[in-house]
């Protein structure tokens, strides 16, 4: 999607909007091409307009493969398919991010199961994982039905699958709220091994105890035992400038706890949830531990928080001075 | 609808958009209010949401009376309702002025008879000029209807009927296209008193033969008598950065031609045509004659093109001097 | 006034300046009118020039009726009328927000008693609310005389009249100071039924104690019976970055307290006691109770930090929310 | 003064300003300085706030010795004393360069004899050129007299003296109009040696006929035998991206006559006449000859409509290939 | 290269620049990549610093694969090893285009034989067409050999391999000039498929004659009997601002001559050469004919005149219809 | 150096950057011009090509000096000698500043002792104090000869010599490190009356302990018996967006401390250690105690912090009032 951005104004009353683009999904896949170095690419569907060339522009400039995005052709004026958009002012203090999605009637939530050829991704490309979850799933009826095909083909493949329970208020407004939302999820999660989010479990900095999401990821698994990794992230939000951050995960029976990143300053907060799956992600795809693949999400978090956009502008080697705690001074 | 404009740079490579209002009718109301200090509204439907908010600062900077617009909830993503959005560069030199609408699904769209109380706008309000033309009634089949409907209200109630022959292809390409545009216009001219745009004449500033002229408009007002004006905009595209202009008329048996704009500098061309009718109909309304009023017209399309932006921007002065040709130096 | 805002750096080293319009009086007017969607109307005077139909172009975006202004003919160089301009930075840290009126020869200054048609603004169109203070009152010798008669003319006519005792050193500087401020409002406070500001009192929010508001507050009321409304914000600037905000006012014999808003991050703090004058007005004309209205003046006040400009870009629903202490997260 | 300039906006409609110093006699010294690099100071006053400590920080960049301003103590609000501000829009194709004066009670206008130390000026720093004009010296009464008394002091000291015609119908608008200037100019003309503008004599590029300007030329010599140099700029104004420009000089008997600059592309027109008095001085200071120094103005006036603001941004050997009619091609 | 540019100011009087990324052989790779759609790749080594990664995020976004780069290890300071920036200013009207290189000491030009491994580039990545030119090969007295070791290893690989002659007299400034420059083409054109740039050939616009382009490009190939292609762009630059446009080649023993583009608006001509090439080498990569090839190269560097940046930003179907003079006006 | 800024983005996915004018020793010199109306000027070399014209553009600004500036010829492309410039982005709370020079080959590094004309600074121009340091001395082998040549002279002129430890790694990577730094610093230190920066000291806000200080400062003095003035910073950096700073000094056997200035917010830490400097020079020449002069300082340094680019934009009239620890809070 096109992000708008209208910097330090709120979006009834700018004039000007800077764009980036961004999605759940797809800023996973941009982290971990930009911050990560791993190949990825993105499979969408996208109208064949200006607006979707300008999405093509930004994700090259992001690493994303762009190779197998489904191009629909438009009828000049966006009445039978569209690239979805969305206005978020990034907040500031007391004032908190707002935004606006404008994504009815687009390209991607017309997929429909048929249309993507799997076995180039899975096969040919030799994708070693595959990253979905409720956005993607939730846009429509026929996403939904997508997003299982495409877990089970992953699945087949060998390719590692995981999923992001992250749930939009808006995109279930109409079709039965949260529980409609998870019981897509629960459908779903049987093709995952790693899950980010975890149900039933207060994810505050806070308020956080060891025993509490012990027994929360302990339920998840003994439902959807196939699942390998269950992670989150812990925060606070004191203000739109100012959060504290965290990240647990619960692996082999084992919990581990990322470092506490307190009082944090925040620029734009939009895309941190992501930034942390495409940190842990990361390390397990390239063979780390789970405490440094923790680490290396929430790390990755923290640092979005301070550049403006979805996506995390941090490099590897910063992300592992900052896992490890480093002092970051001025250096020139 | 909110006008995405990339500056110098293309609509796929930009990272930053000004943004306008715009909208062929909207345009004239606004030119009304703004440079001829009419009073004037705009009856549509707009979502509710900070896009739509978005639209109505712009409107109100404008000058243009928002109170009549039908606000419409919106589920939060825009999956039953929009907002209206196109993206034009404005090219230069060689490169062309292109675009892309984004209005599928929109409020004003949806809008059908009933929806809009007319005897608020023509009672009350008392409206003395109705202005609308084929870019709102080919929205979709309902605003057809709306059109009929409020052309047929603002007759009755006394007050001047203007309609714009407007075409834009995107809006009719699975719909029958010219032809079924040509149609549309022909069921609603029978409610009008002024035209803009003329069948069947080659409106190119060079071609322009007055005979010919006079042969296009004299047909249509044997098929429309109640038509007493009847006017278009002549010019020619020598390239993005430079007009030819000029514009003509047929009222009351005569012909009437505005001065001649020769190799204008074109910064912005969107939106020159609605500033031409607002022109017109300003003299119309403020009892000028038709010389007159239609030297304001062509004036107003004329320096709308020196501006970024559909809007023109100039003062009531200005357009008077232009339009007397009276010399303008920089004065200080 | 036109409001220069060099954005983060100081006024003597910019190249750029964002321009606001702003002025204590017609920011009370804005957030009436954006806000909280009240008709408003500013009744001032302006050199018909550039600059004024810059300020009047910034004030129809902000929704405040200008049919009341008086256009003054200049000479072309402003020598005998001129608008009245502020260049001001907003501070970072411990750099305070500082800044420099222009205001001299104004054509707002040179108003004098009969210029303005109260008939027509408080017979005709009704005005419900007449809301000035020590800056118009202040302005000049002309000035004081018309805020006398305006006031009055208000109470004859029914409307409710309140004042700011708002202060500006630079315009008593060779004036009287402070003292011949305080002469002036004391002339003009028997026609008040709302007083914004308290004398004698310490307004810090640290320091605040229900008693010595209370003495304060009572002591003014039995000079100024008349008074139904004393109010006041509570503050505490500890840098330019971030402030301590509440309101407290007294009414009927009672002292109420609006919630602590402590550890504000602020932008741009210009017009944050105007934005709590138009909250608790609004309460106060929509018939809400006192304690609401003095919350949503507070609440429109706090918000008003978080953006640029004078006026505050709070929607009512989020001053609604802010009031009642809903938690605000990122909602889209 | 501080010019506003609102780029491819109206002033009125714009909500961010770039700003430039500029002013007749500052323009000559600017370009002295930064061009041709010669030490060059100006004599004025400025009221000593933040926009006067912006023109100073203006003036630093462009290299004018600033030590001889006369900073004038303000009363906070500029009532007693301003410094002088402009809004010029740049225009484009048919719409003109509009703009706006606001240098009432500037503290240069207050300027009366005695006030400057003009021994400092001509005796300690030994300038050996004094350029004033007719903006300077009809800016009020008292400057008049200032511009007497520093033109008889730069002749007594051997300085050599230019005066430039320039007349600003605002200046005047109450005072005389076209009439009183000249009188004020023949009154001031006895004390020059140099003077930039020709009484009756139409400038225009088209028009210019040698015959016509050594009449009017001559006509001036017999009024101030003691002028040496009668110099003009010659212009067609086409539009206002699309200028004519030439110019022409009487010297000892003889008329000079520049290449013709036949439809220059013109960004920015304000500032080029000052900057063609400034290479013609240039020329004369640095010893050449006349057509080389009439070359010099004319190139250097030329080069001025290529970019924004008054002051011109080429180099010496930029004009002096200008000049030599080199060809200029990107080189790299 | 790291391109600065001013914007509509001068280099040296700039306070705010913005970025492209540019040179020779790259703008052709990108125009490959970005508007015909290929897979390119560029050959080259950076500086691994911010600056280089900087160049890498403009060449994702170019959509030119950059696995082929050689990051070269810096000291921090860039003494021993740099990444090459250039500013230029686009011009306006009789200012002309002007620039300054700083690309003393770069990786690019460290480059020497035996650093690339041209196996990876022609053999397992299986290059079509290499194509590199005289300033890459003027770099240094390495890059020349470099430029020879990957000429033979492309002809032996079978790709085409094309040469433009390009010449930077700042590379050659002490190092023999145009004579060096000449004979190290000499050296390397046997090697030559096609090649950009014809010796003892005036490619003025105004001046073309067949006859003399067949001598010129016939006495070439008299000398490299292996150039398939010889070709040319022909101009005329009326100012900085208006250029006139054709392209002329010779193959086959035939002379192809591109549509003339006269009258040109130019925005910013850098790179249009490079994109002559482009769209040459896109024709016959694509197996078109010489004739389509010839147009698709002139359209494109006319379409690159338009927009800012050395890039091309036309898209495939908008070239295509450049080249078929088919009318281009407002779509939308 | 020319710095570039890429404001609150990261510098490699930039697209625009300011540009400011900085580097250790100059800072001093622009800090003591502008904000403490001394006159100052600055001894380097620079190549004479655009962007150092924009250096000096820059400096002019700045008010400092430069007419003994050495312009050096260039090959054009800068292959012999270039402009330094330096890359820094400012960080925000976690993300901290982080920069990249590119300064190898730059002319102040190829200069040499005799190349300047130190009769003129400290005789004709009579300097009273002479600043340098660490970051000039050790740009090259020659450099460090240039430093004590124009200690030594200034020193015999009578001038007083101030000397900044500053240690930039980049500079000395490859030719010794810290080691090789110190052992030039003992090198020059005999000919310093006054230095920044303690040695075997640790100078953290949090952990300053006066007799570590004056342990510490005893111990240089006694190696250097010369220095009269041993000055320091403090500081904590918690975030790149809040520092903790103070200063300390030792003269006469006496430690002065300046106040605390805790919980800082910081835009743009980068020149605050010059800013320090620049104050406590300012007192010292200016006849002030040590106190005061620290304190001076301190609070420039604190000032600087506020702002963007490495220059104070303090007046000293700010500068006296942060000393004094007066209220600051809005004026106007």
Redesign the interface.
């Known amino acids: 999607m096109i992000r ?1 951005d209208p910097g ?12 980036w683009e961004g999605g759940g999904e797809y800023n996973v896949a941009r982290s971990l091409s930009k911050v990560f170095r791993c190949e990825s690419a993105i499979v969408t569907a996208l109208a064949d ?3 979707g ?2 999405a ?2 930004l994700m ?4 994303v493969d762009t190779s197998q995005i489904l191009w629909r052709e438009t ?6 398919v ?2 979805g ?4 002012e990034r ?15 687009t390209a991607v939530s017309q997929l429909k199961t048929g249309d993507v050829d799997w076995q180039k991704v899975f096969g040919e490309a030799g994708a070693r994982w595959f990253h979905t979850g409720g956005i993607f799933a939730g846009l429509s009826e026929t996403t939904k039905d997508v997003a299982l095909e495409a877990m089970k083909k992953a699945k087949e493949s060998g390719a590692i699958v995981s999923y992001d329970l992250n749930y ?4 279930w ?2 079709r039965g709220g949260r529980d409609a939302a998870n019981a897509l999820n629960h459908e779903l999660l049987p093709f995952a091994d790693v899950v980010f989010g975890v149900e039933n479990f207060d994810a505050s900095f806070a308020a956080y105890a060891e025993k509490n999401f012990r027994r929360a990821a302990s339920d998840i698994r003994s439902k959807f035992p196939d699942l390998k990794v269950i992670a989150t992230t812990l925060r606070n ?1 004191k ?4 959060h504290d951050l965290s990240a647990v995960c619960f692996a082999g029976d084992e919990v581990f706890k990322a470092n506490d ?1 307190a009082d ?4 734009d ?2 895309g941190s949830g992501d930034a942390f799956a495409a940190g842990l992600i990361y390390g397990l795809l390239a063979g780390k531990d789970v405490q440094f693949s923790l680490d290396c999400g929430a790390a990755n978090s ?2 979005t ?4 956009g979805d996506g995390s ?1 941090a ?1 590897l080697s910063e992300i592992e001075n ?1 896992s490890n705690s480093k002092k ?5």
Chains 1, 2, 3, 4, 5, 6 share one sequence.
Do not use: H
């Not at 330090?8 to 764009?19: C, G, H, M, S």
């Not at 939009?168 to 995109?171: G, K, N, Q, V, Y």
């Not at 203000?239 to 100012?242: E, G, L, Q, T, V």
């Not at 944090?264 to 620029?267: A, S, T």
């Open positions: 708008f330090d104004e709120r979006i009834q009353n700018a004039r000007t909007f800077r764009v307009n200006q607006i060339r300008l093509e522009d090259w400039q992001g690493g009828d000049g004026i966006s009445r039978k569209r690239n958009m969305y206005f978020i907040g500031f203090g007391l004032r908190p991010p707002v935004g606006c999605s404008d994504r009815g009637n939009r208020a808006s995109l407004s109409e939000v203000s739109a400038s100012r990143f944090l300053n925040v620029l907060r939009v923290a640092f928080l301070t550049t403006p502008a490099t900052l970051l001074d001025l250096s020139r």
